[in-house]
């Protein structure tokens, strides 16, 4: 199993767009890599086409004898490591995109290419989302790997208790510890939370009209799941959230989950959860829906 590096990086990375060059410079790596995926058979037919490209990542499609694939290049170890690791966590789970191979040294990943993307989410859209976030926290092969004592210090209970000796003061810690405390008392003090952590639109795809995401540059385990049921807010522009919308969604998720982990959960103390995770990031206008 790739191990991640737990230790959360908040660094704001100013994003450009590279030039020509420097594009060319990157696809003639992936090109390369690609090649000598077929042991440096020169006579496949090998066409490279820029999807996107800017100083944190480059992503290719390839197209090898007419069979696809995105190839992409990180540019800092900490996003590749924690892409890497949730790609190999969920790689059996038709969550993901398939791993198809990598190479640490380069940074490189190729991946199975989705051609169809998700259209903004409209309202019949939102209980399929709720189904794939529900899916993919609770996913019962994910969870067998995270009981393990390799991932103990990243429990509910271990982290809030390793918190409460912070010298942190501020309002939104204590939104932070204490959702993280609430999320224990859901699911037990061994239950590991992740996220994915930077959901958008462009992220989203269909699998034979199912959604499936893509990009996990900023996947973390021991961090608020709540955040990704948030994301919701950025992904919708024709729903008002303001009436209960959001408390509908979240509901919707919490029975995707019961039913598939088999789980008894206390709807009450996760929508309060979730009211703590927005004040925890400002969003004090959602939270007091919840709280």
Do not use: W
């Not at 030039?19 to 003639?28: Q, T, Y």
């Not at 992409?72 to 969550?95: D, P, Q, R, W, Y």
């Not at 009209?209 to 973390?220: A, G």
């Not at 019961?258 to 959860?273: C, F, N, Q």
């Amino acid at each position: 199993m790739v191990k991640q590096n737990h230790k959360f990086q908040n660094r704001n990375i100013s994003i450009r767009l590279l030039n020509n060059n420097e594009v060319n410079i990157k696809r003639r790596k992936c090109q390369n890599y690609m090649l000598e995926r077929f042991d440096g058979n020169r006579n496949v037919s090998l066409e490279m086409k820029t999807l996107r490209a800017s100083n944190k990542s480059q992503v290719f499609l390839a197209d090898i004898d007419g069979s696809r694939s995105v190839v992409k290049v990180h540019e800092e170890s900490s996003t590749f490591n924690s892409e890497l690791f949730a790609l190999v966590l969920f790689n059996e789970s038709n969550l993901t995109p398939k791993l198809l191979s990598y190479n640490e040294r380069r940074r490189i990943l190729e991946l199975e290419y989705f051609e169809k993307p998700q259209d903004s989410l409209s309202e019949d859209r939102l209980t399929g989302f709720a189904k794939y976030l529900a899916e993919f926290h609770g996913n019962l092969a994910v969870r067998a790997v995270l009981s393990s004592s390799d991932y103990a210090d990243l429990r509910c209970g271990k982290i809030a208790d390793a918190q409460r000796n912070s010298s942190a003061r501020s309002r939104e810690y204590h939104a932070y510890l204490e959702s993280l405390v609430l999320l224990a008392e859901v699911f037990g003090d061994d239950y590991v939370p992740f996220a994915a952590g930077d959901i958008k639109q462009e992220h989203l795809f269909l699998k034979d009209e199912k959604i499936v995401m893509l990009d996990f540059d900023s996947f973390r385990l021991g961090v608020l799941e709540q955040i990704d049921l948030l994301s919701v807010l950025n992904l919708t522009e024709t729903i008002d959230f303001s009436s209960g919308e959001l408390r509908d969604f979240i509901e919707c998720y919490l029975n995707f989950r019961r039913s598939a982990g088999r789980l008894s959960i206390d709807v009450g103390l996760y929508l309060r959860s979730v009211g703590l995770a927005a004040e925890s990031v400002g969003r004090n206008d959602i939270a007091k829906t919840f709280l």
